[in-house]
């Protein structure tokens, strides 16, 4: 029976971390900013090709997930 209730918990902690990331999906668009596009992401465009790397939205979305798996780790104990 413990694992069942263990299951459950993961389901909703799973739910929760879904709603929050399908609502900025959905409504990503009409942010004022876009991830992928903020300053300070490289972007160099040639005759013939274009290279882009998102170093600046990396590092928000690196840290946002350090801080998010560190509450859940602080908070679990």
């Known amino acids: 029976m ?3 209730r263990e299951l459950g ?3 909703l902690v799973l739910g929760a ?3 929050p990331v399908g609502a900025f999906l959905y409504f990503g668009a009409k942010l004022p900013f876009r991830l992928g596009k903020l300053p300070g992401d490289i972007v160099h465009r040639g005759e013939h090709t274009t290279f882009y790397f998102p ?4 590092l928000i979305l690196s840290l946002s997930l ?4 560190w509450l859940f780790s602080h908070f679990r104990r």
């Not at 170093?55 to 990396?58: D, E, H, K, L, R």
Request: hydrophobic fraction near 65%; charge should be neutral.
């Open 66 to 69: 350090s801080l998010l798996l």
């Open 55 to 58: 170093i600046v939205t990396c």
């Open 2 to 4: 413990d694992s069942l």
């Open 17 to 19: 971390v879904l709603v």
């Open 9 to 11: 918990r993961m389901l």
